[in-house]
T-cell receptor
């Protein structure tokens, strides 16, 4: 399967600061990238879908001004958590897909802890 | 009712056992079905991908889809301790539709 990387793997930040997470598809061009959030013992919750060169589509209940997504190229998407609060602490996972979404390849995830 | 239901487990089996993991769903529009394996603190890894009803085999893994019953299964033969992970089912209505995930079943295979 395709390889997707995420950076950083773990980040601790103070409340009120912003954090950027990068997602890269290393061996294929990802037309679409997805950002998920996962709580302990819960399933993946889709936050947004981003297509290269266009604005991300956010799921209902996800604040677009708080979770800024940029998909500048076919191999890179970034998620910026702005003005982070402790309730934003979670496991954030990206995935990448080609023209169809049925086969998605996931990154290793980023553990965000906001103190 | 959730769109996708999956027993969270944990499921604990001895090495060598046959494991059956299951998901049910309510949306008859779902056409694409996947199984992902997720190790602790890692991202999900695609294991199996099926489109039609019936069985699909890959090594020790067999995915089964029964669209009439809205029921999918993943069988693991000769289970190994390295199979210990959370298994997530996922499905979508179209190949450009978002995936809907089950909550995952935690499997533990003990030596």
């Amino acid at each position: 399967g395709a390889v997707v990387s995420q950076h950083p793997s773990r980040v601790i930040c103070k409340s009120g600061t912003s954090v950027k997470i990068e997602c890269r598809s290393l061996d294929f061009q990802a037309t679409t990238m997805f950002w998920y959030r996962q709580f302990p013992k819960k399933s993946l919750m889709l936050m947004a879908t981003s297509n290269e060169g266009s604005k991300a589509t956010y799921e209902q209940g996800v604040e677009k001004d708080k979770f800024l997504i940029n998909h500048a190229s076919l191999t890179l998407s970034t998620l910026t958590v702005t003005s982070a609060h402790p309730e934003d602490s979670s496991f954030y996972i990206c995935s990448a897909a080609g023209p169809t979404y049925d086969e998605q390849y996931f990154g290793p995830g980023t553990r965000l802890t906001v103190t | 009712q959730k769109e996708v239901e999956q027993d969270p487990g944990p499921l604990s089996v001895p090495e060598g056992a046959i494991v059956s993991l299951n998901c049910t769903y309510s949306n008859s529009a779902f056409q694409y079905f996947m199984w992902y394996r997720q190790y602790s603190r890692k991202g999900p890894e695609l294991l199996m991908y099926t489109y039609s009803s019936g069985n699909k085999e890959d090594g020790r893994f067999t995915a089964q889809v029964d669209k009439s019953s809205k029921y999918i299964s993943l069988f693991i033969r000769d289970s190994q301790p390295s199979d210990s992970a959370t298994y997530l089912c996922a499905m979508s209505a179209g190949n450009t539709d978002k995936l809907i995930f089950g909550t995952g079943t935690r499997l533990q295979v003990f030596p």
